[in-house]
């Protein structure tokens, strides 16, 4: 899922029904349907 928002490498996190996810553990991970999946990016600015 994060491929196909380019998000592979840099600064994000994952959370899982309310679950921060290691980015070691995301390949692992099984989603499943009706799983709350947030995916935070941080981005800098001036």
Known sequence: MLNAYGLTQG??????DGTLV???RLTL???????S???VQAVGGG
Not at 11 to 16: C, K, N, P, S
Not at 29 to 35: C, N, P, Q, R, Y
């Open 11 to 16: 600064r994000f996190a994952v959370e899982i």
């Open 22 to 24: 290691p980015k070691s």
């Open 29 to 35: 991970t099984e989603l499943k349907d009706g799983m």
């Open 37 to 39: 999946i947030e995916v």
